[in-house]
Nanobody, 115 residues
Framework: QVQLVESGGGLVQAGGSLRLSCAAS????????MGWYRQAPGSQRELVAV???????NYADSVKGRFTISRDIGKNTVYLEMNSLKPEDTADYYC?????????WGRGTQVTVSS
């Protein structure tokens, strides 16, 4: 089992920045990838960024050049640095961890970008 707790969401003006954190606990040795997803009202949950055990990263086209996913292995934490935020980035952001057998979700943190 893996437990994930997100933090760092909030209200920000367009053009501003936020940093989300996702702290993992439990069977962290089994985690292969960790990532951030988001879900806007009335929309499906979508991938934002992912980082593998080996440090490889991948981003949705809509956030490339603005968002950066990183990790602190010692703190078992993954971050999502979000810059140049746009109103369309408004969503609930969820952390996800995948192992060879399972996937785990955090409860999410809300990000609201005002125009």
């Amino acid at each position: 089992q893996v437990q994930l707790v997100e933090s760092g969401g909030g209200l920000v003006q367009a053009g501003g920045s936020l940093r989300l954190s996702c702290a993992a606990s439990g069977s962290i040795f089994s985690i292969n990838t960790m990532g951030w997803y988001r879900q806007a009202p009335g929309s499906q949950r979508e991938l934002v960024a992912v980082i593998t055990r080996g440090g490889l990263t991948n981003y949705a086209d809509s956030v490339k050049g603005r968002f950066t996913i990183s990790r602190d292995i010692g703190k078992n934490t993954v971050y999502l640095e979000m810059n140049s935020l746009k109103p369309e980035d408004t969503a609930d952001y969820y952390c996800r961890a995948t192992t060879a057998r399972d996937g785990y979700w955090g409860r999410g943190t809300q990000v609201t970008v005002s125009s």
